[in-house]
């Protein structure tokens, strides 16, 4: 009785025990199967990195944290344009990130500023307005018809008295005049509603321009273990739809002071997010290209096989690929690549990734860029050269003397090329390119100088044309008259030039160069003049064209 009783409570442990066990695992099972509990956070844009055509965005999120467990993090309303491969997080040491995943939640209603709805408002009265407008005209209309047609007074048999006649013609001259006051009353009102509408209209378009339904969503699945306050969460990703390009400022105050750079961006952004009072940092990288420099690959040579004719002697002769197709007597064999398709594949050239040199610029100011599809300037630096102040004039084709300014090409202006706006003592002059230069110094045009004045005649009496057996000879002769009305010595740079010959059959001469430098290969000719204050300069030259008489010119 003893054993039996041994035996039962043996069986109903071992039944409890299994019990137990299988509550656990199904608790288990329930723990993990269960969908984490989702927390949709406010995030803000903190900083932004600016690449050629796209940007990396990161956002910070603060929230707290009551218990303990498994949550879904979610940062809604973010741009189509994310990559999505580009997505990262970090999180507050307190929090366990275990995934990061996106998706679309298209029941999401972007929320629109105050002064966003108002305007909306003011344009659906405004609409109403000149509805009631449009309304009171076709009145005026209508009741103006409704008198002229029924303007007969009286009967045939029975006439109008005279001063009855003065009264109704007052009435109708009183009843038109209060047409007329009416409808140009009306008309400025409408004029002036349709001038608000209009503003009204353009302001809502430049808020809807770029403005996207931001249906993203990146979910974190974090785990926290404890209760805390302002835990930090950042996000970051690649966005596209995004551009920026420099341009410069050069401003000279004059002729003994440096030349001032400055160095702008125009960021130009349609992500659907607006970036409201951001960290700018700007640079010619560009994430999506692999930086890659190439390698040489031994160049392998062989001998192509050679094609023959049956009734040819057989015999080699080597030719190295890329050669021209041999011929056999009357018989043309094309040579075909001897290249198995597998060697091609085997020896395709890779790409070697290399870090590439690039340039960043970052702001020290925080910048609000609206998602607006419009150009937004941004300060990036500004430095002073010392420069070589010239003045040059090419009277043969623009009287006009320029001045100029030789700077010297720092590292800068030979990384960022761009468009720059050239303001000389305060007047904006005109635009110029700024480009990576072989050279060590970069010229610059800053504008005209009218104190100095060029004239370019051709001198009749020293211009003939001669003939011996079939050559005709033309002479000519340049006059250039320079003056100098400033109050200052200035050194002047004039270029002009003799044609060139291409053909042995023309034959140029240069008779008197005037004290010119010559470039035999160009034909230019190159004055560099000391200009005294408030005097006058003469300068000539001349030569002489020979050719067959039978054989026109072109004009020179």
């Given at each position: 009785m003893k054993k039996i009783r041994s035996i039962i409570i043996i069986v109903l442990a071992n039944?409890?025990?299994?019990?137990?066990?299988?509550?656990?695992?199904?608790?288990?099972?329930?723990?993990?199967?269960?969908?984490?509990?989702e927390r949709k956070v406010n995030s803000v844009v903190s900083n932004v990195t600016v690449f050629n055509n796209q940007a990396q965005v990161t956002r910070?999120?603060?929230?707290?944290?009551?218990?303990?467990?498994?949550?879904?993090?979610?940062?809604?309303?973010l741009s189509p344009y994310i990559n999505i491969n580009s997505i990262e997080a970090k999180a507050d040491a307190r929090i366990t990130i275990l995934s990061?995943?996106?998706?679309?939640?298209?029941?999401?209603?972007?929320?629109?500023?105050?002064?966003?709805?108002?305007?909306e408002d003011s344009l659906v009265k405004i609409n109403a307005e000149l509805e009631d407008f449009k309304a009171d005209k076709e009145s005026i209309v209508h009741q103006k018809e409704l008198m002229l047609n029924n303007k007969n007074v009286g009967s045939n048999q029975v006439g109008v008295k005279a001063d009855e006649l003065d009264d109704l013609m007052e009435l109708y001259k009183k009843k038109l005049d209060d047409f007329k006051v009416n409808w140009f009353r009306l008309t400025r009102l409408e004029d002036k509603y349709n001038k608000a509408k209009y503003y009204v209209e353009q302001q809502l378009a430049a808020y809807n321009n770029g403005k996207l339904t931001l249906n993203n969503e990146v979910i974190l699945t974090v785990k926290a273990e404890n209760n805390f306050q302002n835990a930090q969460v950042e996000l970051t990703?690649?966005?596209?739809?995004?551009?920026?390009?420099?341009?410069?400022?050069?401003?000279?105050?004059?002729?003994?002071?440096?030349?001032?750079?400055?160095?702008k961006a125009n960021i130009y952004q349609s992500t659907g997010e607006d970036w409201n009072n951001?960290?700018?940092?700007?640079?010619?990288?560009?994430?999506?290209?692999?930086?890659?420099?190439?390698?040489?690959?031994?160049?392998?040579?062989?001998?192509?096989?050679?094609?023959?004719?049956?009734n040819q002697n057989i015999g080699f002769k080597d030719v190295i690929t890329g050669g021209t197709p041999a011929s056999y007597g009357d018989k043309v064999i094309e040579e075909e690549d001897p290249t198995p398709s597998n060697y091609k594949t085997k020896f395709a050239q890779p790409k070697v990734s290399q870090n590439m040199f690039n340039t960043e610029f970052e702001t020290n100011i925080a910048y609000t860029i609206p998602s607006d599809n419009q150009n937004h300037q941004v300060d990036l630096t500004s430095f002073a050269q010392s420069a070589i102040y010239g003045y040059s004039v090419v009277p043969k084709l623009n009287?006009?003397?320029?001045?100029?300014?030789?700077?010297?090409?720092?590292?800068?202006?030979?990384?960022?090329?761009?468009?720059?706006?050239?303001?000389?003592?305060?007047?904006?002059t005109g635009k110029t390119m700024i480009s990576p230069t072989v050279n060590d110094t970069l010229l610059l045009t800053l504008g005209k100088d009218k104190r100095i004045q060029?004239?370019?005649?051709?001198?009749?009496?020293?211009?003939?044309?001669?003939?011996?057996?079939?050559?005709?000879?033309?002479?000519?002769?340049?006059e250039i008259t320079i003056k100098n009305t400033r109050k200052e010595a200035v050194t002047l740079t004039i270029e002009d030039q003799i044609p060139v010959s291409t053909d042995k059959e023309i034959e140029v001469k240069l008779t008197d160069k005037g004290n010119a430098n010559l470039d035999e290969a160009t034909g230019k000719l190159t004055w560099k003049l000391d200009l005294t204050p408030e005097k006058s300069q003469i300068i000539k030259f001349s030569f002489e064209v020979k050719h067959p008489k039978d054989k026109p010119l072109t004009g020179y």
């Open positions: 039944t409890f025990n299994l019990l137990a066990q299988s509550n656990a695992v199904n608790d288990d099972i329930s723990y993990h199967n269960s969908k984490p509990s910070i999120a603060k929230l707290n944290f009551e218990g303990s467990g498994i949550f879904n993090i979610v940062f809604d309303k990061v995943s996106n998706r679309n939640e298209y029941l999401n209603n972007d929320e629109k500023p105050a002064d966003i709805i108002l305007l990703y690649l966005v596209g739809n995004v551009s920026w390009s420099p341009y410069y400022d050069i401003r000279v105050k004059d002729n003994k002071s440096d030349v001032q750079f400055f160095l951001v960290k700018l940092k700007l640079t010619t990288a560009n994430p999506a290209e692999g930086g890659v420099k190439p390698e040489l690959q031994t160049n392998w040579l062989s001998f192509r096989p050679r094609e023959y004719s049956n009287k006009e003397v320029f001045v100029t300014a030789q700077v010297l090409a720092n590292d800068l202006i030979n990384q960022i090329s761009g468009e720059a706006n050239v303001y000389y003592d305060g007047t904006f060029v004239e370019r005649k051709k001198l009749k009496e020293f211009c003939s044309n001669s003939f011996f057996g079939g050559t005709k000879t033309e002479s000519i002769t340049w």
